[in-house]
């Protein structure tokens, strides 16, 4: 019933910025958290940013703090993933994730306490 969907991945000079964009469809997420993922080749996925119902409160991953900006436009269902300062290593598969519960007060960072996944996005930064 619940589709999340990414666009916005690409190669990209490290450096570089990009901007991920994760879609909601099927129903809204406006009451619920919701979180990106990645997972690089041969690694385990990776936490690297969530984000509250209102978008007023989010975490990050120390690799992506300071470089990373987790946002979301709840009218349009969708959040999104502003990556600057693009390093090799944070290439990767974009996942986005979202609660299936109303937002708790707290947020997460292991991907079982996510029940809604897209089908990610590839993100090469290449020096």
């Known amino acids: 019933q619940v589709q999340l969907v990414e666009s916005g991945g690409g190669l990209v000079q490290a450096g570089g910025s990009l901007r991920l964009s994760c879609a909601a469809s099927?129903?809204?997420?406006?009451?619920?958290?919701m979180a990106w993922f990645r997972q690089a080749p041969g690694k385990a996925r990776e936490f690297v940013a969530a984000?509250?119902?209102?978008?007023?409160?989010?975490i990050y991953a120390d690799s992506v703090k300071g470089r990373f900006t987790i946002s979301r436009d709840n009218a349009k269902n969708t959040v999104y993933l502003q990556m600057n300062s693009l390093k090799p290593e944070d290439t990767a598969v974009y996942y986005c994730?979202?609660?299936?519960?109303?937002?708790?007060?707290?947020?997460?960072?292991?991907?079982?306490?996510?029940?809604?996944w897209g089908q990610g996005t590839q993100v090469t930064a290449s020096s």
């Open positions: 984000i509250s119902s209102s978008g007023g409160y989010t």
């Open positions: 994730a979202a609660r299936g519960v109303i937002y708790s007060g707290r947020l997460y960072d292991a991907s079982w306490q996510y029940d809604y």
């Open positions: 099927g129903r809204t997420f406006s009451s619920s958290a």
